[in-house]
């Protein structure tokens, strides 16, 4: 199933993303570049290998498994009741996507696991490329979290191969630095998450990074109060204080982040306000 869908789709597809998206952000952008953008899109890229071969080798097969194995167990959400199967599939979909809306609370709230996630939000910038720089360890937590909600809802392997694609690809788009008019990404807001509202969540200021955490659909945030938008684009520093200087976050020092002694996020408005005045001279 991982060779017939996702490697003979799925791949093609993210991949074909990618390249709109990169286009995208290149001619209409958002938010203003702080560094170079070839320089971190080596780093990102070298720092995503690990992850990205977990992804494909162990985390997509493990989640597979645990979905073949629990048709034989009928453990699950999906195992209570008798429906037709769209509702099945739709039911499995949102859950999956609400259960990841949780693990992404869960790495900021858990101070170990925040290790690794600060990898991915310690970069300068915030565009397509950032969709991939996740530290390997973060996948590797993922399994047990993301295993978990597999077997609890009683998805199908066929539907965990969808909504991988689909996360993924929703990862792309909210990352990248694409302009989109804005009416358009109003409305699609009501529904995904959308550039605008993820570029809050990459913020420097604690309250704003701690918001925005859904990854595909936007309600999850609007449900539990943790939405945060209306914060102008041009006035975001993207990064993590303490972590801020570009020449500290090389692909040796991120890879080895996690497990060094983790500075405390301290963070003021004067820095912030600096910070921007600095882009906008």
Known sequence: MVNNIFDTYGTPILIGLFIIFFALET?????????????????????????????????????????????????????LFSAPQWVY????????????????????????????????HSDLDLDITTAFRFHFGEMIGSIFFRGAAVVLTGASPLLIIIYEIVFEAATQFHHS??????????????????????GIHHSMIKEETDSNYSVIFSFWDRIHKTVRLNIKQNEIVTGVPHYADEKELTIGNLLKMPFTKIREWKINERMVDDNVNQMER
Request: aromatic share 18%; charged share 15%; hydrophobic share 55%.
């Open 27 to 79: 001619k209409f952008q958002l938010r203003k570049r702080v560094q170079g953008r070839w320089k971190r899109i080596v780093i990102n890229f070298i720092v995503s290998i690990p992850a990205f071969a977990l992804l494909r080798l162990l985390f997509i097969p493990a989640m597979l498994w645990l979905a073949f194995k629990n048709q034989q167990w009928q453990f699950g959400l999906n195992y």
């Open 89 to 120: 599939l739709a039911l499995s979909f949102l859950l999956l996507d609400y259960s990841n809306y949780a693990w992404h609370i869960l790495l900021h709230k858990l101070p170990f696991m925040w290790r690794f996630h600060l990898v991915h």
């Open 177 to 198: 630095n694409t302009k989109l008019p804005f009416r358009l990404e109003k409305i699609l807001n009501y529904v995904i998450v959308t550039p605008r509202m993820h």
